[in-house]
C-alpha cells in the first residue's frame, strides 16, 4: 500500500453529502494507450478503511445505468493519509489484442489487480469518454443486477458525466474514442481532449468526492492533466532512441502512489491555506521551460526531477524571487524548492 431520465432518481437517492476529509475519494484516473488503465484512491482520515466495503462501476459510452457486470468489488485495507492503486489485471506478457499486457512501469505501482475477464466484469476497461462511480456497498451476485440494488448502496465519488457520451471531434460522437475537453460544454470535441490517454490527478485543493452527476463535466474543475505516455530521457535530459533511431516511449505513471491534499486537522488545513498565500510557482504551464518562483520565506534552492525521478537541475539561491529555465523539452516535472520554512513540492509542465 502506497503512500433527465430514471438516472436522475437513482443519483438522488444514491447522493451522500460527505463533510470535507470524511470519506475517500478517487485521487487519479488514468487512461493509457492499450490496457494501461488505474484508479488510485485517497483516504484523507485518521483510520484505516477496509476497500472491501467498496466498488468501482463503470458507465459506459454514455450509459446511464451500470449493471455488476460492470462493476468489481474492491479489497485490501487503505491506511490513513494514504492512497491506494488499483490496475487493471493483465500480466501476461504473451497477451495480443484485447489481452495486451500493462507496461511495467505502471504494473509496478499496483496495489491491487481487477477484471481480467471482460466477460465477468468490464468494470476497469474504461475510455476516456466512460463515467466511473466509487461507491459505498456490497454488489449483489446476479450480474444483470444494477449497482444501486448493492447492499448499502452509498455513491462516494463520480469521475465524469453518467449518461453523457462526449465526442472525439466537434459535433461527432464516439463509441469508445471520445474525451471529455477544455472547453465548454466539454463533450462536443472543442479545445483539447483531455481523459483519453492521460492521466487525472486531482488538484490538492479538493477535499472529498463529487457525489452527485454534475451538469457539465469540466475535467480542469478539479483535476490537472499529464499525458499518460511521454518520451524516455536519459540523465542528460536527451530523448531515448531505440536501434532504429525511434524515440522510445515510457509510462508517465510517476504520480501514482501518493496524493497531495490538503486534508487532516485544522491546523493541517491552516498551514496549507498559509503556504499556499505565500509561494508561487508562474507560469505553469511555460512555453519555454522558464519559471519563476516567489516566497515570503526566500528561495534557498530549486532541484527538479523529471518523470523517471531523475535530477535534470539543481541551482542555489539566497533571495524572495528565483528564475528557473528547467529545460526546452516538453513534460511534466517535480520541483522541489527549499525555502526558509521547509521544502514546497509543485507540478510543473513544460508545452
Known amino acids: 500500500m502506497k503512500k433527465v431520465l430514471l438516472f436522475v432518481s437513482l443519483f438522488t437517492f444514491g447522493a451522500s453529502f460527505a463533510q470535507d ?24 482520515t485518521s483510520s484505516t ?33 494514504s492512497v491506494y492503486v488499483a490496475v487493471i489485471d493483465k500480466r501476461d506478457p504473451n497477451g495480443t489484442g484485447q489481452e495486451a499486457p500493462i507496461w511495467d512501469s505502471l504494473e ?11 466477460n465477468v466484469s468490464n468494470a476497469f476497461y474504461f475510455n476516456g469518454n466512460d463515467a466511473l462511480l466509487l461507491a459505498k456497498g456490497t454488489l449483489p451476485a446476479l450480474a444483470t443486477a444494477n449497482v444501486n440494488t448493492a447492499s448499502g448502496f452509498q455513491i462516494i465519488d463520480i469521475f465524469g458525466k453518467v449518461g453523457e457520451n462526449p465526442a472525439n471531434e466537434t459535433g461527432v460522437s464516439s463509441a469508445n474514442d471520445g474525451s471529455w475537453s477544455t472547453s465548454f460544454p466539454y463533450s462536443t ?26 451538469s457539465f463535466f469540466d ?17 542528460n535530459g536527451d ?42 510557482v508562474y507560469p505553469n504551464p511555460s512555453t519555454n521551460g522558464l519559471f519563476h518562483i516567489e516566497s515570503a520565506a526566500g528561495v534557498e534552492s530549486v532541484t527538479v526531477y523529471n518523470s523517471l ?23 511534466v516535472y517535480i520541483m522541489k524548492v527549499q525555502t526558509g520554512n521547509g521544502v514546497v513540492s509543485k507540478r510543473v509542465i513544460v508545452k
Not at 454514455?62 to 490513513?80: E, K, Y
Not at 533511431?245 to 491534499?261: A, D, E, K, Q, R
Open 49 to 81: 478503511v477496509d476497500l472491501s466495503q467498496y466498488f468501482v462501476a463503470r458507465y459506459s459510452n454514455g450509459s446511464a445505468s451500470a449493471t455488476v457486470a460492470n462493476a468489481v468489488q474492491l479489497s485490501g485495507m487503505l491506511q490513513a493519509h
Open 239 to 280: 530523448t531515448v532512441v531505440s536501434g532504429t533511431g525511434t524515440p522510445i516511449l515510457f509510462g508517465n505513471w510517476f504520480s501514482l502512489g501518493t496524493h497531495s491534499c490538503a486534508c487532516g486537522d485544522a491546523s493541517v488545513i491552516e498551514e496549507a491555506k498559509e503556504v499556499k498565500s505565500v509561494f508561487s
Open 219 to 235: 475535467p480542469l474543475l478539479q483535476w490537472d492533466s499529464i499525458p499518460a505516455v511521454t518520451y524516455l530521457f536519459d540523465n
Open 21 to 44: 476529509c470524511s470519506k475517500i475519494f478517487i485521487s487519479e484516473y488514468v487512461e493509457g494507450w492499450s490496457n494501461n488503465k488505474a484508479v488510485e484512491i485517497y483516504n484523507p
Open 309 to 331: 525521478g531523475q535530477v535534470v537541475k539543481t541551482q542555489k539561491f539566497n533571495n524572495e524571487n528565483a528564475s528557473v529555465r528547467i529545460s526546452d523539452l516538453p513534460g
Open 108 to 118: 509496478v505501482r499496483a496495489d491491487g489487480f481487477y477484471t481480467p475477464d471482460y
Open 189 to 214: 470535441g472543442l479545445g483539447v481532449q483531455l481523459t483519453k490517454d492521460h492521466s487525472m490527478i486531482r488538484k490538492s485543493t479538493i477535499l472529498k468526492g463529487e457525489t452527485t452527476n454534475v
